[in-house]
């Protein structure tokens, strides 16, 4: 009987040619985050993933949240790409069409990168509080533009009416693009096309008197000289 034992997979080497590039030892963490959680997700898994070897993981990336870290500031880069884009995209189109491709174009992007998706809204470890935060900013400044846009072409001077409507659809879009992630049985897209129908109805619907006590109201406890 032979007492040869089965190689280490974690120290077994890959000839250079065959060793897997950055971005695709990213891809293997960001499926396996996606599946099994932060917390699940170990250094052998996703080396298994990747095909490759934990010193290689090492080497590349660091420990288990420094690699987490890398995958989110990624995919995050990617996310917010891909919104801009809608934003621009829309932007000379009429009110309807901008309200439609700036909500669907979270939820198509979580029809087309699942696994991203799922890591960077299903998570909830501190490293990501501050990337979330900066994607938030941005989303939520591109859409306080346009809605500033729509106020003076109709005539009206924006004020901070115009910052929190652009934090509650910001807020109601990430929410419901949330419980998307979390439902593998509904349908992205379908579910931005009534995320937008939603935001449409307010839209339409918001009382012009509200937004002008907004912007005129002064805050708690201050009065008039």
């Known amino acids: 009987m032979s007492g040869r034992t089965s190689p280490d997979r974690s120290s077994t080497r890959r000839s250079p040619a065959a060793r897997p590039s950055d971005d695709e030892l990213l891809d293997a963490a960001r499926a396996v985050f996606a599946e099994r959680g932060y917390a699940q997700a170990t250094m ?3 080396a298994a993933r990747a095909d490759s070897t ?9 420990d ?14 990617a996310l917010r790409d891909w919104v801009i884009a809608a934003y621009e995209t829309a932007a000379t189109r009429p009110l309807e069409d901008r309200v439609r491709l700036s909500v669907m174009a979270m939820f198509s992007y979580a029809g087309a990168h699942p696994d991203s998706f799922r890591m960077l809204f299903d998570s909830a470890v501190d490293e ?5 935060r900066a994607l938030a900013d941005t989303i939520t400044t ?38 998307v992630s979390h439902s593998p049985g509904l349908d ?38």
């Open 128 to 132: 990501m509080s501050g990337e979330r």
């Open 44 to 46: 052998d898994l996703i």
């Open 188 to 225: 992205p897209i379908a579910a931005g096309e009534l995320a937008t129908g939603f935001v449409m109805a307010a839209v339409r619907g918001l009382d012009p008197a509200l937004l002008d006590h907004v912007d005129g109201a002064r805050p708690a406890g201050r009065c008039a000289t």
């Open 64 to 77: 288990k949240a420094a690699l987490f870290r890398a995958t989110v500031t990624r995919e995050v880069a």
């Open 142 to 179: 591109h859409v306080v533009g346009r809605i500033r846009e729509h106020l003076l072409a109709h005539g009206r001077t924006p004020g901070p009416g115009a910052d929190l409507l652009a934090a509650m659809m910001v807020g109601l879009v990430g929410r419901a693009a949330m419980h």
């Open 54 to 62: 934990k010193p290689t993981l090492y080497a590349h990336f660091g």
